[in-house]
């Protein structure tokens, strides 16, 4: 089954770090650009982040650039952002997804997971 | 950044009526080279991650109903749902992937009448 599963998520305090995970399977998944979106529960989508197959270029928001970090292992099919100096504003549900298209750098996002629950508090 | 703004923000519409929902760029998002819109829209219900309905602005993904369609160009697009039925009720978001950040409009959620 061609699937993305986010994982790694949790409470964290404002200021602390955390790693989300995102498992791919039932595709080449080194084939693909993928990205990090997030939603604050009932409100809109905000992209996050962005990496290519290759894992040579990454771009990212504004609001997070300096203190995330997207990679990827293709040898494990798994797709990460590191989070760092995290804020209460970061309070998300964090998907990851897939860009349609082989090799494609612009395109939409055809393939997304359940995504994963991150809460900043103290 | 390009601006992403959607109307309505909330749409209530018979069973078996058209709903249509429009989607405003703050800049164009035709490539001129290739000649596509590079704009997506996504259906999201309850609990789960956003669906891939339509994307380059007009087409539709594999497995979606026919009676969901996109059309527009340049910085004015609009999905339609020509026969809405009750599995339809949803938050509807626009997108644009021209370029980073690749922002979406606000949502416009669609309720029966």
């Known amino acids: 089954e061609v699937q993305l599963v986010e994982s790694g998520g949790g409470l964290v305090h404002p200021g602390g770090s955390l790693t989300l995970s995102c498992a791919a399977s039932?595709?080449?998944?080194?084939?693909?650009?993928m990205h990090w979106v997030r939603q604050v529960p009932g409100k809109g989508l905000v992209w996050v982040a962005r990496?290519?197959?290759?894992?040579?270029?990454?771009t990212y928001a504004d609001s997070v650039k300096g203190r995330f970090t997207i990679s990827r292992d293709n040898a494990k099919n798994t797709l990460y952002v590191q989070m760092n100096s995290l804020r209460a504003e970061d309070t998300a549900v964090y998907y990851c997804?897939?860009?349609?298209?082989?090799?494609?750098?612009?395109?939409?996002?055809?393939?997304w997971g359940q995504g994963t629950m991150v809460t900043v508090s103290s | 950044d390009i601006v992403m703004t959607q109307s309505p923000d909330s749409l209530a519409v018979s069973l078996g009526e058209r709903a249509t929902i429009n989607c405003k760029s703050s800049q164009s998002v035709l490539y001129r080279s290739n000649n596509k819109n590079y704009l997506a829209w996504y259906q999201q219900k309850p609990g789960q991650p956003p669906k891939l309905l339509i994307h380059?602005?007009?087409t539709r993904e594999s497995g979606v109903p026919d009676r969901f369609s996109g059309s527009g160009s340049g910085t004015d697009f609009t999905l339609t749902i020509s026969s809405l039925q009750a599995e339809d009720v949803a938050v509807y978001f626009c997108q644009q992937y021209y370029s980073t950040p690749h922002t979406f409009g606000q949502g416009t959620k669609l309720e029966i009448k």
């Open positions: 380059w602005a007009s």
């Open positions: 990496i290519n197959s290759d894992a040579s270029t990454t």
């Open positions: 039932g595709f080449t998944f080194s084939n693909y650009w």
């Open positions: 997804a897939r860009v349609t298209g082989v090799a494609a750098r612009l395109g939409a996002f055809d393939l």
